[in-house]
């Protein structure tokens, strides 16, 4: 991921600044800051007061098609995708030509029995099949090495399932060319990388004989549940050589091989390596901050922080890969509106929508520095708070 991170703490408020984007609903905001604002309501309804083809980027997480039901609601498998579709046509008219729908969706599991649910992919079929409004320009995971291993039935007490590792990230497009560049996202080569570029090469294995490591074949009796997704071919303790890191970056292995028999494997990493790693469609991200500036505010007014927050890498990813300053950002189920606090800090503007008012009302946290949610012994409670800022 490129070098894009903000502060963690707002250093002053921007709240109730008037941005611009306010103008483009009729309903009243229940806040705005400089860059954006956020909407109390049902986004069906909100989508449709927003004019045609004005937003660049939606990226979101639906409540996903899950048994048990959530703190904030959830539809059931079998009505899932009908629900869903209602909300994507609504996108799918509110986006720019070159614009994109970014879906964080979680799979689910049979009722009863340890076999998957396919309402996603079936989700997926209706959304860029034959008759489904989008393309699918590229297919994405989040693995998250920090998920818990749930369902317990399968996979801690009969053990007879996998962690579930990843959450699948769908990227789609209005057209066959919505505005990406991978330029705007690169990663930096690890330092064991950077390291065997500046000293050369030692010629080890060719990449088609990867040295795959033993360790699914000696698993340890109390190690940890695996996930359903890992890298077979990065070890910890194996250093790529130049083939490896010509092949990961699509070098074609013929090619590979013909510089290597010619001794000139580095020269032709020089030719071809960009000074930076295009990143994978695997985003490796952690849930698990718990010192950010969110949790510390939800504590310090004593109200329950929204319990499925995005971790703010990937909002943040999308964003930078996907839209320039100034572009219009909207979340169409914001929860905690990480993803509107992450614009705002890359200058992005944005729209909130969120139909539960307690989950709105911490979001607004996000944008109020720590001294202002402070209370002295004539505030008792966050609507004191709250109103001394409105
Ligand atoms: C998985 S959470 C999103 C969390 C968010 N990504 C974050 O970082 O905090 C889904 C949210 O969608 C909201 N929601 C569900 N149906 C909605 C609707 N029809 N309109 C607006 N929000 C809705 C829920 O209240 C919930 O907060």
């Known amino acids: 991921m490129s070098g894009i991170t903000g ?7 921007t709240m109730d600044e008037q941005s611009d984007v306010m103008n483009l609903l009729e309903s009243e905001p229940y806040y705005t800051t400089e860059k954006g604002a956020a909407y109390q309501g049902d986004s069906r309804k909100l989508l449709d007061e927003l004019p045609k083809g004005e937003v660049d980027l939606i990226v979101t997480s639906p409540p996903f098609a899950l ?24 996108a799918y008219r509110v986006l720019a030509d070159d614009g994109s729908l970014v879906i964080d969706i ?17 989700l997926l079929t209706e959304l860029v099949g034959e008759d489904g409004p989008f393309h699918l320009a590229q297919e994405m995971y989040w693995y998250n ?17 996998l962690k579930d590792a990843v959450n699948h990230v769908w990227w789609l497009s209005k057209t066959e060319r919505p505005d990406a560049d991978n330029k705007r996202v690169l990663k930096e080569y690890s330092d064991a990388q950077k390291k065997l570029m500046e000293d050369g ?3 080890k294995l060719r990449p088609s004989e990867h040295n795959i490591s033993d360790k699914f074949d000696k698993p340890k009796e109390d190690g940890a549940i695996r996930p359903n997704f890992w890298d077979i071919v990065e070890s910890p303790d194996e250093i790529p050589d130049f083939g490896d890191i010509l092949h990961d970056a699509g070098v074609s292995d013929d090619l590979i ?30 849930n698990t901050a718990s010192n950010t500036h969110y949790l510390n505010a939800c504590k310090e007014v004593d109200l329950d922080p929204h319990p499925a927050r995005f971790p703010r890498d990937l909002p943040q990813f999308f964003i930078q890969f996907l839209t320039q300053p100034d572009d219009l950002v909207v979340d169409i189920f914001a929860g905690s509106n990480m993803t509107g606090w992450v614009s705002e800090q890359m200058n992005r503007n944005w729209l909130a929508f969120e139909y539960q008012e307690k989950y709105l009302r911490t979001s607004k ?26």
């Open 7 to 13: 502060p963690t703490e707002p250093s002053e408020s």
């Open 67 to 90: 048994r048990r039901e959530k703190a904030y609601g959830n539809e059931s498998p079998e009505e899932y995708n009908e629900w869903f579709m209602e909300f994507a046509e609504k």
């Open 106 to 122: 979680g799979g689910g599991w049979t009722k009863g029995v340890p076999t998957r649910s396919t309402y996603h992919f079936e």
């Open 145 to 161: 090495p920090a998920k818990l291993p749930t369902p317990a039935q399968w996979v801690t007490i009969e053990r007879i399932r």
């Open 201 to 203: 090469y030692e010629d």
């Open 257 to 286: 091989q013909a510089a290597g028999e010619a001794d000139k494997l580095d020269e032709l990493a020089r030719l071809t390596l960009p000074e930076d790693k295009i990143p994978d469609n695997v985003l490796e991200l952690a």
């Open 365 to 390: 946290l996000r944008f109020m520095p720590m001294e202002e949610l402070k209370r002295d012994e004539n505030q008792q409670s966050f609507d004191d708070v709250i109103e001394l800022t409105d």
